[in-house]
């Protein structure tokens, strides 16, 4: 069993061939998902995608990218957001000084009132950084210090400081199809230092199309080649990277119940 911690199934790339994707994914062996929220007027289109599914659950939150459109954001927004059972994580959320689509000042608050609303909700917040590591770090020292709340640092590309400073704070780590990638050296020696039962798989579908599928559209059946990779990093058997991956999953997400 593999559980793909972050695809992205709503709009139109995949408008035409979900239920096909949905097909793929469960012969590839992928038995659970979790979809995520860019922007809370997604939630409609996101539900639809979760609706009737058992093994596919759903975030609430606002990518860093648009953190401009939600300047003024607040916890109990998200809060309120949780009640339904299909939600199970905050974001994803946070940092990105790469593009900085939305100013830095902006992208902070708005990233700190998803950790309140993780705080309080008990969920897990799924975080997005990039280029913004001594900040990111920063942060969550300081909201820690206000009350512990779990973390998830997606698609995890930044360096081992913050990857070190997040998992003293008990940080999980899912790594995605860059992992494969040619020139991602990095990204694997950070991956083999991060502990075994702190690591989960994610697409992050339709971006970062694994090795061999550079160029195409991402989806979830292609998660076997990201195990396989992590697999290969950490030398350990596929199935091991598997079991230890679901399982942190699920101990993570406590409010998912495994299908």
Same mark, same amino acid.
């Given at each position: 069993?593999?559980?793909?911690?972050?695809?992205?199934?709503?709009?139109?790339?995949?408008? =035409?061939?979900? =239920?096909?994707? $949905?097909?793929?994914?469960?012969?590839?062996?992928?038995?659970?998902?979790?979809?995520?929220?860019?922007?809370?007027?997604?939630?409609?289109?996101?539900?639809?995608?979760?609706?009737?599914?058992?093994?596919?659950?759903?975030?609430?939150?606002?990518?860093?990218?648009?953190?401009?459109?939600?300047?003024?954001?607040?916890?109990?927004?998200?809060? #309120?957001?949780?009640?339904?059972?299909?939600?199970?994580?905050?974001?994803?959320?946070?940092?990105?000084?790469?593009?900085?689509?939305?100013?830095?000042?902006? +992208?902070?608050?708005? $990233?700190?009132?998803?950790?309140?609303?993780?705080? #309080?909700?008990?969920?897990?917040?799924?975080?997005?950084?990039?280029?913004?590591?001594?900040?990111?770090?920063?942060?969550?020292?300081?909201?820690? +210090?206000?009350?512990?709340?779990?973390?998830?640092?997606?698609?995890?590309?930044?360096? +081992?400081?913050?990857?070190?400073?997040?998992?003293?704070?008990?940080?999980?780590?899912?790594?995605?199809?860059?992992?494969? $990638?040619?020139?991602?050296?990095?990204?694997?020696?950070?991956?083999?230092?991060?502990?075994?039962?702190?690591?989960?798989?994610?697409?992050?579908?339709?971006?970062?199309?694994?090795?061999?599928?550079?160029?195409?559209?991402?989806?979830?059946?292609?998660?076997?080649?990201?195990?396989?990779?992590?697999?290969?990093?950490?030398?350990?058997?596929?199935?091991?990277?598997? #079991?230890?991956?679901?399982?942190?999953?699920?101990?993570?997400?406590?409010?998912?119940?495994?299908?």
């Amino acid at each position: 069993m593999l559980v793909d911690s972050h695809v992205n199934l709503h709009g139109e790339r995949y408008e =035409e061939d979900l =239920e096909d994707v $949905f097909a793929r994914a469960s012969e590839a062996g992928v038995s659970a998902m979790l979809t995520i929220s860019d922007r809370l007027d997604s939630t409609d289109a996101i539900k639809q995608v979760v609706e009737g599914r058992s093994n596919i659950w759903r975030s609430v939150g606002v990518h860093p990218h648009h953190a401009k459109d939600y300047s003024d954001l607040d916890a109990q927004t998200l809060i #309120e957001m949780t009640t339904d059972p299909k939600v199970i994580g905050i974001g994803e959320c946070g940092l990105d000084f790469h593009y900085e689509y939305s100013d830095r000042d902006v +992208q902070e608050k708005v $990233f700190r009132s998803h950790i309140e609303a993780a705080r #309080e909700t008990n969920l897990p917040i799924i975080i997005h950084t990039r280029n913004a590591d001594e900040m990111m770090a920063d942060i969550l020292e300081q909201e820690f +210090q206000q009350g512990d709340f779990s973390i998830l640092m997606h698609c995890y590309t930044s360096g +081992q400081a913050l990857a070190d400073r997040a998992l003293a704070l008990g940080a999980y780590f899912a790594f995605s199809g860059i992992i494969t $990638f040619k020139k991602a050296d990095d990204v694997r020696s950070v991956a083999e230092r991060i502990p075994l039962d702190r690591l989960l798989l994610e697409t992050d579908c339709p971006y970062l199309s694994p090795v061999p599928h550079r160029g195409k559209r991402n989806e979830p059946s292609f998660l076997p080649h990201v195990a396989e990779k992590l697999a290969d990093v950490k030398g350990v058997s596929t199935d091991r990277i598997a #079991e230890a991956t679901t399982d942190a999953f699920f101990r993570l997400f406590t409010k998912a119940k495994k299908p």
